[in-house]
Nanobody, 123 residues
Framework: EVQLVESGGGLVQAGGSLRLSCAVSGFSSGDYTIGWFRQAPGKDREGISVIDRADGTTYYADSVKGRFTISSDNAKNTVHLQMNNLKPTDTAVYYC????????????????WGQGTQVTVSS
């Protein structure tokens, strides 16, 4: 059974940083994609970053480009999302998702999801 567990959320002031982690278990091989998504109250889910664990290819939504960095610790089956220069508009529940064959920011294409972690940025 594939499981994803997010951690690292919390409350931070604008301009601050947080690092989210997504611990993955249950895949038979290391060839899968991890995407990070977020959903703010009353808003649609937004795909913000993705990494292909096989070759390290990454992609970022414009809303986070230059501020967020996704990385993979393949030895620990964990993907991190380093979030710098946080803004109040980054406040949301953040989710990681995994898929063995899809690479992109369309959440509907991902088969496996974590439970989410809350990030709150105060002004």
């Amino acid at each position: 059974e594939v499981q994803l567990v997010e951690s690292g959320g919390g409350l931070v002031q604008a301009g601050g940083s947080l690092r989210l982690s997504c611990a993955v278990s249950g895949f038979s091989s290391g060839d899968y994609t991890i995407g990070w998504f977020r959903q703010a109250p009353g808003k649609d889910r937004e795909g913000i970053s993705v990494i292909d664990r096989a070759d390290g290819t990454t992609y970022y939504a414009d809303s986070v480009k230059g501020r967020f960095t996704i990385s993979s610790d393949n030895a620990k089956n964990t993907v991190h999302l380093q979030m710098n220069n946080l803004k109040p508009t980054d406040t949301a529940v953040y989710y990681c998702a995994a898929d063995p064959s899809y690479y992109g920011l369309n959440g509907a294409e991902y088969d496996y999801w974590g439970q989410g972690t809350q990030v709150t940025v105060s002004s």
